[in-house]
């Protein structure tokens, strides 16, 4: 089975902090994605990742960086949090190809004081 | 640009037959998914229908693709007190597997 793992579930920061957010996939998928879901607007694509060290930005990358140095790890930066991030972070893997499903994490829910 | 809608809220009795609906603007969509989200989780795909097909069935759930009304639609069987999540359809258009969501329907089911 497909395991997407997310470092935290729950997540509290300050305003002006820096805030990592990690992201393993354990199936040598070559895509990964980080969407924010937000109440009444589904899920949004911040940034995604095709290859080791490659991004592209999605439909809301302000206010976000990515890095994706090995394979399995793909990680979102918020270098300084603000309160309108507070949101669910949901990380997902998939295979090339628009045919191979995404498989997602469970989410981090980031709460910005 | 895409754009995919679905609306808000189903609620349900058990044993009754729900369906979620899902319009999108893209006509060049190739892939279209379901995917189910309990409280708490992350996303669990339940199934998705290529562009050239009508209708996939699988088990109780019966999706129905109109390409030419650009409109999708989840048919669950014998809806079940475990079935209670929220619904995201989504579309895929080409290589590359960027999805666009829409914004889910929470399917509420009543004992």
């Known amino acids: 089975d497909v395991k997407v793992t997310q470092s935290s579930r729950y997540l509290v920061k300050r305003t002006g902090e820096k805030v990592f957010l990690e992201c393993v996939q354990d199936?040598?998928?070559?895509?990964m994605f980080w969407y924010r879901q937000d109440p009444g607007l589904g899920l949004r694509l911040i940034y995604f990742?095709?290859?080791?060290?490659?991004?592209e930005k999605g439909d809301i990358p302000e206010g976000y960086s990515v890095s994706r140095e090995k394979k399995e790890r793909f990680s979102l930066i918020l270098e300084s949090a603000s309160t309108n991030q507070t949101s669910m972070y949901l990380c997902?893997?998939?295979?090339?190809?628009?045919?191979?499903?995404?498989?997602f994490g469970p989410g981090t829910r980031l709460t910005v004081l | 640009g895409e754009d995919v809608e679905q609306s808000l809220f189903l609620s349900v009795r058990e044993g009754d037959s729900s369906v979620i609906n899902c319009t999108y603007t893209?006509?060049?969509?190739?892939?279209l998914y379901w995917y189910k989200q309990e409280p708490g989780a992350g996303l669990q795909l339940l199934t998705y229908?290529?562009?050239?097909?009508d209708m996939k069935q699988d088990q109780r759930l019966t999706v129905l693709l109109n390409k030419k009304d650009k409109h999708l639609s989840l048919r669950i069987a014998d809806t079940q007190t475990g079935d209670s999540a929220i619904y995201f359809c989504?579309?895929?258009?080409?290589?590359?597997?960027?999805?666009?969501f829409g914004g889910g329907t929470r399917l509420m089911v009543k004992p």
């Open positions: 199936m040598d998928h070559e895509n």
């Open positions: 893209d006509s060049s969509s190739t892939y």
């Open positions: 229908i290529f562009s050239n097909m």
């Open positions: 997902a893997s998939s295979l090339s190809g628009a045919r191979d499903t995404q498989y």
């Open positions: 990742s095709y290859d080791v060290k490659m991004k």
């Open positions: 989504a579309e895929s258009i080409t290589a590359g597997n960027m999805l666009t």
